[in-house]
């Protein structure tokens, strides 16, 4: 490719800069005519593009994506055995008391629709941070509450940034890998979104039969929350290749003296009201304009809600039904973790016999 006495000159400057071997790999390969030389782009085998990373550091990955999802999920579904104990300490209805799992939920409805733009703007590492950060924040909040009003806003707006995942995480497991793995390691992924409900209530269910405090599943979640967060500064990189460009471009000018080195990313010049409309409105835009992103959302929407139900009527089945204790009651959710696992062990089965065929 290039070596160390390798030269680019700008045919309308007079300045020649010198390029070290570092910040060629930076550069594009030989560029075509109509390839403006200055713009930064990944080479075919550019070790800071993402999909040239090692396999056991995209599969880490892929695992802490995952394991994003469990927490936000983990967290949804977690106080529905408190709520006997809540009616008992606040004097509420149990419908007041329903809300704590709605709530949370109702702020995957907000949450997503402004971190997956951002992310599309900033980066998935960011808003990660950020996310988990207030997320914890607010668990804490939760968990020293004095009164139901403020533990249901606390739900509320902790929902909002903890689905920050479902709509990030699989961005960047599609971030790390390239079209002939990518289904794999998104079936392994999808057994997140189905584990979390399920643990929830066994966690709470024995925290309950334990007598203990219902502010201890709390600072549980904040703890579990506080470990992703670390997990999360400490390693996971940024993955969005126009952000990561943008990083090279900066490393480049700042290294070169060249000012004409660019990424593509920072070419969009935006006002605040079109960033605004840009993050505000486009999932709106793609959303009616994809009849089969209508199918997909109208049918998970169903399957979410299906799930959720389960959480208010299994207590009624088996608690008071049957009369078993809240923890028994509890474990009725496994199937939902065990039925998910199966379902990934089938696709990834199926996924890679479809691969074989293709091969040969």
């Known amino acids: 490719m290039h070596d160390l006495t390798t030269v680019r000159t700008n045919s309308t400057a007079a300045t020649t800069h010198v390029v070290p071997p570092k910040i060629l790999k930076a550069l594009p390969d030989e560029p075509n005519k109509d390839a403006d030389p200055f713009m930064v782009s990944f080479s075919e085998s550019d070790p800071d593009n993402p999909k040239n990373w090692s396999s056991v550091k995209r599969w880490y990955l892929t695992g802490i994506a995952g394991l994003l999802v469990l927490n936000a999920t983990f967290a949804s579904s977690a106080p529905s055995a408190l709520v006997p104990t809540l009616m008992d300490e ?29 992310s599309e703007q900033y980066g998935r590492r ?20 004095k009164n139901i009003a403020s533990l249901l806003v606390f739900r509320f707006i902790g929902g909002t940034f903890a689905s920050c995942p479902l709509a990030n995480s699989g961005a960047l497991i599609g971030d790390i890998w390239d079209a002939k793995r990518l289904g794999i390691a998104s079936a392994i992924f999808a057994v997140a979104p189905f584990a979390g ?3 929830g ?18 600072w549980i979640l904040t703890i579990f929350a506080g470990v992703c967060l670390l997990l999360i500064v400490f390693t996971v990189p940024e993955t969005f290749q126009p952000v990561i460009l943008v990083k090279k471009a900066q490393k480049v000018r700042r290294q070169t003296g060249n000012e004409r080195y660019y990424a593509s990313f920072e070419t969009r010049k935006l006002s605040f009201a079109q960033q605004m409309e840009n993050i505000l409105a486009r999932p709106f835009k ?45 474990l009725t959710f496994l ?18 016999q479809s691969t074989i065929r293709t091969q040969d």
């Open 90 to 118: 606040f004097g509420i209805s149990r419908e007041v008391g329903n809300l704590m799992v709605s709530l949370f939920v109702a702020g995957y409805c907000v949450g997503p629709l402004i971190w997956g733009p951002l």
């Open 126 to 145: 960011p808003v990660f941070i950020l996310t988990f950060f207030v997320y914890m924040c607010f668990q804490i909040g939760c968990a020293l509450s």
């Open 197 to 199: 409900p399920g643990i």
């Open 201 to 218: 209530p066994v966690v709470s269910g024995y925290l309950v039969q334990s007598e203990v405090s219902w502010r201890w599943l709390f």
């Open 286 to 330: 793609i959303l009616f304009h994809e009849p089969m992103l209508i199918a997909i959302t109208l049918y998970m929407s169903f399957v979410y809600g299906c799930i959720y139900l389960l959480f208010e009527a299994y207590p009624i089945v088996f608690t008071e039904g049957h009369h078993m204790g809240a923890g028994p009651s509890g």
């Open 335 to 352: 199937p939902l973790p065990i039925g998910g696992v199966i379902a990934t062990l089938v696709a990834v089965y199926c996924l890679l």
